[in-house]
């Protein structure tokens, strides 16, 4: 009477540190036919889902689970999400994947997470652990493994690495970033992001043994902080809150990313990424890509104060109230602390 046991899905956990260049990597690859039968689960820190906005041409494929690190608070929503996928596909509600990539946050320990997959009864029947392939960044690898144990943890356990960001890295970057990866994971075969392919992302690797104890503590004082607004900012206002929250953040702010609602184009978004000090040109997406045209942003950073962020995102996005330094106060005298400033 019982059906045969479904083959298991294989599935392959896509991680890196935060602005490593993962979303890059599934952009360019999701638009390959290998990848056409693959479901996609982006998880992403903060309470305001970016990511998943900004990986395109995957409308119908895509669940993105906002909120949160994966390896601190949503171990259960992976679980559930997991299921559910299983669940639709069983019931015909969604095509039929035949494999999922799921990108972690970029502050996951992937230990968890591949404990949850290999030790979940039924999760464990249901998919196959296919490879873990972490993206590294040739020009911010060894300063992030450095500092954070997470981001060495995400090299230690790969498969495979694939090395980002080769076309801006100096020589000197490139070659420090190849000496860690030699450090910490000698046997993982390096590519390179920009050649990469699809097939080569979901290839299954050999049976390896993996260290899945848990690092020691959490993520330090890492959080992160999400930003909303509904009225448009004028592009000098944005440029202008950038540079301000470069200037006295920048050692602690690890990522900026998000949509932006740009005065007079009230069609399309600036999409912002930042990442420590580098900010990529903002560029305008061709239209938004839901119901939601406000401006979101998430700030991810260590030991960043949630308040000090909010009021200068307030002074910039013309919400700026009494206890909040109105935008001209601020650019006079933008670094100089005093009561009641952002700085004193
Ligand atoms: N020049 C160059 N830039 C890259 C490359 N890969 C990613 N970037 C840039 O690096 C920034 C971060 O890239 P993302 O793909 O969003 O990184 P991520 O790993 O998904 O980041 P999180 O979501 O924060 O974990 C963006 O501005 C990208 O355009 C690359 O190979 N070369």
Redesign the pocket.
């Known amino acids: 009477m019982s059906a045969a046991r479904p083959a298991p899905i294989p599935l392959t956990v896509l991680t890196?540190?935060?602005?490593?260049?993962?979303?890059?990597?599934l952009n360019r690859l999701l638009r390959d036919p290998a990848l056409a039968d693959a479901a996609v689960v982006v998880n992403?820190a903060g309470e305001i889902g970016i990511?998943h906005l900004?990986v395109e041409h995957v409308a119908e494929g895509v669940v993105a689970l906002a909120g949160g690190c994966l390896c601190c608070s949503l171990r259960g929503d992976l679980i559930a999400t997991l299921e559910d996928l299983l669940r639709a596909r069983d019931n015909k509600r969604i095509p039929p994947f035949n494999r999922l990539v799921l990108e972690t946050?970029?502050l996951a320990d992937p230990a968890p997470i591949l404990q949850t997959l290999t030790l979940h009864p039924y999760l464990a029947m249901r998919y196959r652990l296919a490879a873990v392939v972490t993206?590294v960044s040739a020009v911010e690898g060894p300063q992030a493994a450095g500092e954070h144990l997470d981001a060495a943890r995400q090299i230690a356990m790969a498969d495979r690495i694939v090395l980002?960001?080769?076309?801006?890295a100096s020589g000197d970057e490139a070659a420090a970033t190849r000496a860690l990866l030699a450090k910490l994971n000698p046997a993982a075969p390096i590519e390179d992001?920009?050649v990469v392919t699809a097939m080569s992302l979901i290839a299954e690797a050999p049976p390896t043994a993996r260290d899945l104890s848990e690092a020691p503590a959490g993520h330090g004082d890492i959080r992160a902080i999400s930003l909303a607004s509904e009225a448009p900012l004028t592009r000098e206002a944005y440029d202008m809150f950038v540079e301000l929250l470069r200037s006295a953040h920048a050692p602690k702010l690890l990522?900026l990313?998000g949509l932006i609602r740009i005065v007079g184009e009230p069609d399309r978004p600036l999409v912002v990424?930042g990442?420590r000090h580098v900010f990529?040109e903002p560029r305008f997406l061709d239209a938004w890509p839901d119901d939601d045209r406000r401006t979101r942003l998430v700030a991810?950073g260590e030991g960043l104060e949630p308040d000090l962020i909010a009021k200068l995102y307030a002074a910039f996005a013309g919400q700026a109230s009494v206890d909040r330094p109105d935008r001209a106060a601020l650019v006079e005298s933008p670094l100089s602390p005093r009561s009641g400033g952002l700085l004193g």
């Open positions: 890196g540190f935060l602005g490593a260049g993962k979303t890059t990597l992403e990511d900004l946050s970029g993206v980002s960001k080769l076309d801006v992001a920009g990522r990313k990424q990442v990529a991810i």
